[in-house]
Structure formats: structure tokens, C-alpha cells
């Protein structure tokens, strides 16, 4: 069990640049949770996953965000044109039961 | 709609002694779950300990338990013998029965002084 990895780590990226982050889930989970950090702040919930099924969103998860788990395994968040806004820390979870196991983030800077 | 508070932004705590964190939340549920999660500084999110609301007796893992108030809606964690290592950001949340998204509290910065 290598626990849930997220990569990349860090990404500086311009303002209107699309991003992508990976996150990888422990092997067994079948559902898997995306939220935002932004410091100071506790995580809020963007989406979720039970196997390849989108089943909730979260209405800060605007047009500009996109998430699929296409194999009921690993999953991406893409951001296209991002804004200085959506600076932030994201984390990935992945549960089999009710706990949440957290990744350990992928921290983006737009400049 | 859910809602976590955490009202201590930051506390602080001399090492070996006792500690206790707030947490209130407001729900129309009745079976839910509840969860202390520890974020020590730069690293990643960790579970500390969790509550099923049907449970009336109080969750303890070692020095960790919760004193689970369901009437007042209230869930504070206890940490007994505080060491250098429990210094982080505590975050309380909240899970419907059916599982989904957590509802995190703003936080609380515990720093344990040696």
C-alpha cells in the first residue's frame, strides 16, 4: 500500500495557461474526492468519483474545470485558462469506506 | 446545508500537558460521521479520528478522544501528553451516512511548546 500520490508537487504556471494534475488513488478504493486549500483555509470539496462515475460537483467547480477518472482508477483535474485565483493547494482523497485518505497536494501558483 | 465551526484559529499547549480543540456543526441528519484530521506544517493530510453519530459512546485512539455532544452538536478533540509532534493544523469535518464529501471547519493552528 504506497497510499494516494498526486504529481505533480508544485506548478508555477502563467495566467490563461490550461493545467493538468494527476492523482493516483490506494490501489483497492473505489471512490476518489478532489478539493482546494487555499492557505489558511480548511480543504473544499470540487468533485468526486465512485469508480469511473462523476456522481457530485461542487458549483466552485466552474466551466474552466474539468476532472475524469476514465478507468475507475487513476484521476486528472484539468484547469483551462487559469487565473490568479485559482492559485491554490489541491488535494486528492480516496476512500473504499468512509475514511479519506489524502494525497499529499499539488500546490499551483498562477503568476 | 452542512456547516463545521471551529472558533480557536490557534492555541498553543506546553508539551506533556492536556489540550482541547472545539468543533460545533449545524445538521438536520441524524446518522452522519465525524472526523479530527491533523495537517503538521508543509505535509500532508492525516486521520486522526472519526465518530459515527450513532455511537454514544466517544471515540479514543491513544492520546486522542472526542467528547461527542449530538444534542449541542459539538465535537471536540482531546489531546492528553502533548508532544512536539502533534504541532499542526487540526480540521474538523463532517460526512453525511452516505458517504461523499467531506465539510471541513476553518481550521485550528495547535502549536505545543517545549
Known amino acids: 500500500d504506497t497510499g494516494v500520490s498526486q504529481d505533480p508537487r508544485h506548478k508555477i504556471t502563467k495566467r490563461g495557461q490550461n493545467v493538468t494534475f494527476r492523482c493516483d488513488p490506494i490501489s483497492e478504493h473505489n471512490r476518489l474526492y478532489w478539493y482546494r486549500q487555499t492557505l489558511g483555509q480548511g480543504p473544499e470539496f470540487l468533485t468526486y468519483?465512485?469508480?469511473?462515475?462523476?456522481?457530485?460537483k461542487s458549483r466552485l467547480l466552474s466551466d474552466r474545470f474539468s476532472a475524469e477518472r476514465p478507468k475507475g482508477s487513476f484521476s486528472t483535474l484539468e484547469i483551462q485558462r487559469t487565473e490568479q485565483g485559482d492559485s491554490a493547494m489541491y488535494l486528492c482523497a480516496s476512500s473504499w469506506g468512509y475514511e479519506q485518505y489524502f494525497g499529499p497536494g499539488t500546490r499551483l501558483t498562477v503568476t | 446545508a452542512q456547516t463545521v465551526t471551529q472558533s480557536q484559529p490557534e492555541m498553543s499547549v506546553q508539551e506533556a500537558e492536556t489540550v482541547t480543540l472545539s468543533c460545533t456543526y449545524d445538521?438536520?441528519?441524524?446518522?452522519?460521521?465525524l472526523f479530527w484530521y491533523k495537517q503538521p506544517p508543509s505535509r500532508q493530510m492525516i486521520l486522526v479520528i472519526r465518530q459515527e453519530a450513532y455511537k454514544q459512546q466517544n471515540a479514543t485512539e491513544n492520546r486522542f478522544s472526542v467528547n461527542f455532544q449530538k444534542a449541542a452538536k459539538s465535537f471536540s478533540l482531546k489531546i492528553s501528553d502533548s508532544q512536539l509532534g502533534d504541532t499542526a493544523m487540526y480540521f474538523c469535518a463532517f460526512m453525511k451516512p452516505a458517504g461523499g464529501k467531506l465539510i471541513f471547519g476553518q481550521g485550528t493552528e495547535l502549536s505545543v511548546k517545549p
Open positions: 445538521t438536520s441528519e441524524n446518522n452522519y460521521y
Open positions: 468519483f465512485q469508480n469511473e462515475a462523476q456522481l457530485e
